[in-house]
């Protein structure tokens, strides 16, 4: 995800560029709402042709060319002393505290803004005052200092609601959304949201169509917890089904470009590229240049993750034509070090590098130039020197960063070519001894070295399987929930697990949901590898029906995972060949209603209540293909407190052991569990795994073992 060095997320830089064009653009918007509020510097501003002509120039170069507009605001200061009026003078200082503003500088911004609001406060100026407020605000979010900024963010909140400025407080409560979001603090996102909805809520009750499209998009975007989600993208929607028509296309364009980020954020990067292409279009079709540039970038970005190279080179190549058409050569310089991060991220170096020079050349290009003598005559050379160095500084740290990589890469490839020729030798000595040897060796010699290198080749593929095992446990191990969380939400449960090898077919899995919990136990088809390549199967299935909504009833859930294994390992058509599958049990308690619902597939469970066992059959047939697939059964059934239901694989009862080297059997692990809960033992599972270790001895183990006892 290239140019994100502030923050972890796409949208949240998102957030950022959306603040900085909404905040400058809204600068024609503050004169006129100004004298709106300010009838008698109106007048006087209407009245002096040649103020406001200069005034409206100014304001349109603003962020065009701040140069020229720090020119254009010593002739406004000007005119101001000759005409001395307040109202003018006041606007001539306002207009050089914006030059100051665009300046990025700071400190002269904040003391120019803080000298002109004492005199709108004092001539009661509501509008100017709001404003200005809110440029004081922004000022001190430049300097990241955003304890000061939401000071000022709220002074001027307070005075838009004291006057019901409506046009302000929609403006006010979008800006301090995305200064909490700029922020970047993990509570800074709720309240970020908070602001988004007092916004969306005053423009629905204002019936501002605009403004809660504008609204919907931020929230669409910024989630509640500073991440759009599937749900909040449908806000977004919302937002493009209100634009859709206007002849303004910008807000529209930011919806667009707030779907391909989100669903970038999400992963989804099919329906991301989708918009990002719209973005592009519509660019295109209107003919703006410079984000026609940046929207191609946008859009071989996509191809780039998704792979498709050949596409990548193609918009590659527009966002470049594009950029050539840029006379400012901005553009130019943001697609070279945009396109030279993208191709790096694929593993193109080459044409990686082609850009970063052509970058490199650019900049240099523009370091040397003479933009900054217009500088001069306003007093802010030194200023200006020194945002140059800081470029110039990153420009050749970076440039260092490069050359290191490539030294990097080049001593790597040394080193990869010593060790190469190193091994070549090696294997030359060992094929010339291996010669010797054989010519001098009788046949016996040479039979022992093939049986040696037959058991060295063995020992190594059997550490190779065993270690592939062993990493397969850790995965099976993270997908089977962790027993202390049952064990919390049901206190006195207990669960014996034995796997047969390292990783087992049986399986266990919980998930509640308001006041149920569901609780399953399986027994996949084989044991080992095989069956936990199943197990793993079984328990995302379950999560995906439950936790998705597919389903809610015990039945309906089997039946849904019986109907996704099928198609997981495609068995629609292979008339019962193959018996791949799991026997499972699978309950639904309510806590609340103390009713547990049970379905099952050739596993039955016990509810053990007051020294009683009572056992409840599950339907004859696996979750998986067979010759006669009904549909699952569920039963219903009350329980009491401290009632234990019992949920289990037949590992336990199957075992082979005792002196007579017989089964387990039902009847005795039904003794031991109606034992074991009356006497309100402490270590049930425990006891379990004593009978099973002791009936064991020294026989194999036949089958994985799962018990599950849930005390209710």
Known sequence: MPYICLYKYRHVRHFLLIFLILFTA???????????????????????????????????????????????????????????????????????????????????????????????????????????????????????????????????????????????????????????????????????????????????????????????????????????????????????????????????????????????????????????????????????????????????YMYGTIGNIDMLNKYADSAVAYAKMDRTGEARLYVNKWLADIYKNVGKFEVSNKYFKQHSFLLDSILKSGNAEALVSAGLQSEFDGQLEVIRLNHLKEREIRKKEKDHQAFLSRIYLFGFFIVLIFLIIIFREFRINRKQKIIISQQHEDVSSQKIVLETKNKEITDSINYALRIQSALLPNPEDLFKLLQGSFIYYAPKDIVS????????????????????????VPGALMSVLGINLLADIIDGGKADEPAKILDALRAGIIRSLNKDNNNGEYKDGMDISLVKIDTHAHTCVFAGANNPIYHISNGNLVEYKANAQPVGYSHKMEPFVQLEFKFQKNDHLVLFTDGFADQFGGKSNKKFMYKKFKEILVHSVSNNEANIEAILKKHFIDWKGQTEQVDDVCVLGIKL
């Open 505 to 528: 077919g049986d399986f266990y899995w919980f998930y509640k949901r308001n006041n149920h919990i569901y609780i399953a136990c399986g027994d996949c088809t084989g044991h080992g």
């Open 26 to 300: 809204g600068e024609s918007f503050s004169l006129s709402i100004s004298l709106k509020v300010e009838p008698e510097t109106s007048k006087i501003f209407l009245n002096s042709t040649e103020f406001k002509k200069n005034y409206d120039q100014g304001d349109e170069l603003l962020t065009i060319n701040p140069n020229k507009a720090y020119r254009i605001a010593l002739e406004l200061q000007r005119i101001a002393i000759k005409m001395d009026k307040i109202e003018i003078t006041f606007l001539a200082d306002y207009f050089l505290a914006k030059c100051y503003y665009h300046f990025n500088d700071a400190g002269k911004a904040l003391k120019a803004f803080a000298l002109i609001d004492r005199v709108a406060e004092k001539n009661n100026w509501i509008g100017a005052h709001i404003k200005i407020n809110t440029y004081l605000a922004s000022t001190f979010q430049m300097k990241r200092n955003f304890g000061m900024a939401d000071k000022y963010y709220k002074k001027a909140l307070a005075i838009a609601k004291k006057y019901n400025k409506t046009d302000y407080l929609l403006d006010l409560y979008e800006k301090i959304g995305y200064s909490q979001i700029i922020n970047a603090k993990k509570e800074s996102f709720a309240i970020g949201h908070k602001y988004f909805k007092e916004g969306l809520k005053l423009a629905e009750k204002l019936k501002d169509t605009l403004q809660i499209a504008i609204f919907y998009t931020r929230l669409g975007l910024l989630g509640k917890n500073g991440s759009p989600t599937d749900s909040t993208v449908g806000l977004i929607h919302k937002s493009i089904d209100l634009l859709k028509g206007r002849k303004d296309p910008r807000e529209l364009l930011l919806a667009y470009k707030s779907l391909g980020d989100a669903y970038y954020t999400l992963d989804k990067n099919d329906s991301s590229l989708f918009y990002y292409l719209e973005v592009y279009k519509i660019h295109k079709l209107n003919g703006h240049v410079r984000v026609s540039a940046v929207g191609a970038c946008d859009v071989a």
